[in-house]
Structure formats: structure tokens, C-alpha cells
């Protein structure tokens, strides 16, 4: 039932309403927010992350997509999925409390995860970007941190033709004074976009020097140099 209720939405709510439904259940998110971004490695700067902070005893959310096996995984705290109750619970209440709200897929998940983090007091969240970050649901929560992992051409259809296009649509990501991390290993035309925008939202940029050997090495030197200046976790 609650998978056909998933497969059903097909809307997109825009950031006002996302913001009326944050104020309806007065969120207050007392967590410090990590915002994921990048044509690759979002997904293992977000479990590198996720686990550095977890062994030094933080709770942690984890909100990550896709999946591998279940839809379950998506939501995780301390790296324990989402329990079937708690969400098919919220989703019932969410789409009762805003019965006239077109909303889709990837909104209600985002919502359950700000929920279940929300009512856990949980004290850091890790967030996942979505494909289009102009109007990607997990840009319309303000994030104390960004991390820019890798810009490639990618989603040409969603994003634009160019890498300069895709670029300028991942600054959006880039506001409210959040402090933003963006490897070395993406090209300097590129970086200097970004800087542009951090200029505008009076935000910190640092570019960090990475190990490029692999992708692995340029993603886990990322993760250490943000874990080492934000949360003083050296390894």
C-alpha cells in the first residue's frame, strides 16, 4: 500500500509550500546540515562522512539516493534504515495535513527523513543532492555546509549542454552564508563560477587540495580536509 502510494505522486511542491509545511510542524532542525553535491562521489563522501562522525559518537541522519535494495535505505540514522511504520506513518499524515499539495516521490522522502531526523534530535544530517539543484527539494533546506565533489557533463536534457551550464546550476546550491568545499580536481573556469557565487552570498569558500590519483583517493581527501577544519576529526 505504501509502495502504491509512492508510485503515484508525480507532482513537485515548490519552496514556498515546502517552507508552509516546515511551519505547520514546527521543524526546528537544531542539527548542523551537510549538503552533497557533484556529478560523482556524492555518495561516498556522504558514507565516508557519515561513518568518521558516527565513530567519534555523533548521531548522524543519512539521506542518500538511489537505492540498492530497498527504499528503506534512503533514511538512516547512526546507519540504521527507516522503519516501515514511521514512515508509511508520516506519509499518511503529510498527504491528510496537505490534501490539496501535489506532491512527488522524491518531496514526500525528503520530508519523512526532515521528520524523523527532526523528532530524533539528531546532531548532524548528511543530505545527498538530486539531480537539478535550482529545484532540487534538498536546496530548499538552508545548509550550514557544501561540499562541490566533481562537475561532469551529465543529465544534458535536465542540467544544459555544457559544463559551464551544469555549473551555474549547481551554484544554486551555493547561499545563505554556508561554508562550501570544492575539490581541486575540478577545472579552474569551473571553480572561479563558484567563487563568484560564494562572493554574492557571502560565503566561505575553500578549495581543497585532494590526492588525485583515483577517484577514491581525490573523494576521501574531500571528506577528511571538511572533517578536519569543521568537526576537528583528523585521520
Known sequence: HLLDILYSLEGKINKTQFRKIVKFYNWQFQFKSIHIVGTNGKGSNAKYINDELIAQSYTVGLYTTPHIYSMYERIKINNKD?????????????????????????????????????????????????????????????????????????????????IEKIAIDKSYSIKNHNQVFVSDSIDK???????????????????????????????????KAFLKQVFCIDK
Open 82 to 162: 527507516i522503519d516501515f511504520e514511521i514512515m508509511a506513518k508520516f506519509i499518511s499524515k503529510l498527504k491528510s495535513d496537505f490534501i490539496d499539495v501535489n506532491f512527488g516521490w522524491f518531496d514526500v522522502f525528503f520530508l519523512t527523513a526532515l521528520h524523523w531526523f527532526n523528532s530524533q534530535k539528531i546532531d548532524v544530517a548528511i543530505f545527498e543532492a538530486g539531480n537539478r539543484e535550482k529545484k532540487d527539494i534538498v536546496n530548499y533546506l538552508d545548509h550550514n555546509y557544501l561540499l562541490i565533489t566533481s562537475i561532469a557533463v551529465d543529465h544534458e536534457k535536465i542540467l544544459g549542454d555544457s
Open 189 to 223: 573556469k569551473i571553480v572561479n563560477i563558484f567563487k563568484e557565487k560564494a562572493n554574492k552570498e557571502n560565503c566561505i569558500l575553500s578549495i581543497i587540495k585532494t590526492n588525485q590519483s583515483t577517484y577514491e583517493t581525490i573523494n576521501q581527501s574531500l571528506s
